[in-house]
């Protein structure tokens, strides 16, 4: 294994910590909480984030090693022993409340870490079997079709009006909750449905892939409450949602008041790295496997996590990921700083107002209303 490999084991600490907290009691539960939300948003406040890409030479070498793969592939069976660890222990053993509460959050961080962020890394592969894994990740969460959507939907809609998965100018974090998760769970229905009469099938059939998804899912809970029963299936519902949620925190904050400009024809130009807030904080970086590289993501979805670049036009956060998600959760904070940050991000670097708003600071800090979905 290459040493630029080996930072990317550095998220196991946060999976062994959950393990620990599983087996514990009292403060030791909330120890990987207080890791993700409390010590690595603080170090982030004052580390210099890194700018810095691979050379053509490093990156080719980075494109052909295997073993950034292969940790990916880990991430799999990994998900799976802690899940059915938290399970076992809530079940069969006696804990107070405060233990039970504490460590269903902390699996609910476990699926959107590693359940959903590396689902989302293997569901952007052309190998059928490492889609197979990102759709076994994404079952921790019950959010399957995130599988369909995002890469089907949200990659040719994001930052226009039609994306349910773009937050406006304006728009809070908890409205947007709403809407995302339910325009995405539709949208990935009539995606669907299209691909099955594309390809000769009827829509209601076993060829349509939400229906397959929506099986799996329901068997996946009945197997857990077979053998766990009503409660335990019930705090599972809670650790998934929380998974879900912290997804879509995270596509509020990597796409907010961002908006391509229409074209003839009715079609929006191509996603450049201007319609994605970028984060070069490295331990968000590290932790989430690159996510918070999504001007590139989004620029060219089909490159590696491991060689994903630093564009120099794109609209820097201000902290990472952990950082920014927390402000997110204060609306007026949220607002108060990105709406400041917004003509700074475009104005200042001279970039074209790829967006629906005017380019002056006064008018920037005026919602600007779309067409409803």
């Not at 600490?13 to 207080?34: C, D, E, N, Q, S």
């Not at 809670?238 to 400009?261: C, D, K, P, S």
Request: with cysteine; net charge positive.
């Amino acid at each position: 294994m290459p040493v630029r490999a080996f930072k990317y084991l550095s998220p196991c600490l946060l999976y062994f910590g959950a393990l620990t907290g599983f087996l514990g009691h009292g403060f030791g539960v909330w120890l990987p909480l207080i890791y993700a939300w409390a010590i690595i948003p603080l170090l982030e406040l004052f580390l210099r984030p890194d700018a810095s890409n691979l050379s053509e030479a490093e990156e080719e070498l980075a494109k052909r090693n295997r073993w950034y793969d292969y940790l990916l592939y880990l991430i799999v069976p990994l998900q799976y022993a802690a899940l059915a660890l938290f399970l076992y222990n809530i079940t069969y053993t006696m804990q107070p409340w405060v233990d039970v509460m504490g460590k269903t959050l902390v699996m609910g961080l476990l699926c959107g870490t590693f359940g959903i962020n590396v689902g989302h890394e293997l569901g952007h592969r052309s190998n059928r079997g490492e889609q197979l894994l990102a759709k076994l990740l994404l079952l921790t969460s019950l959010y399957m079709h995130f599988f369909i959507e995002h890469n089907k939907g949200h990659h040719k809609r994001v930052a226009t009006p039609e994306d349910p998965s773009s937050a406006r100018y304006g728009e809070a974090l908890y409205a947007f909750h709403v809407r995302s998760i339910v325009f995405s769970y539709v949208s990935a229905w009539r995606i669907a449905a299209r691909d099955a009469q594309k390809k000769g099938h009827k829509v209601f059939s076993l060829h349509n892939e939400m229906i397959r998804f929506q099986l799996v899912q329901v068997l996946f809970v009945s197997v857990i409450f077979f053998f766990f029963g009503g409660l335990t299936t019930l705090l599972f519902f809670v650790a998934a949602g929380q998974g879900i949620l912290l997804l879509e925190t995270v596509n509020y904050i990597e796409h907010y008041g961002l908006q391509r400009q229409q074209i003839a024809g009715g079609k929006y130009e191509r996603a450049q790295p201007v319609h994605s807030w970028n984060s070069n904080h490295v331990i968000g970086r590290v932790m989430l496997f690159e996510l918070s590289r999504h001007s590139d993501h989004h620029y060219l979805a089909s490159r590696k996590y491991q060689v994903l670049r630093h564009h120099d036009n794109s609209p820097q956060m201000p902290t990472g990921y952990p950082g920014m998600m927390i402000l997110a959760t204060i609306p007026p904070l949220w607002f108060r700083v990105m709406h400041k940050r917004w003509p700074l991000a475009f104005v200042n670097k001279n970039i074209p107002p790829h967006t629906a708003f005017p380019s002056d600071t006064k008018k920037a800090l005026t919602p600007v209303k779309h067409k409803s979905l």
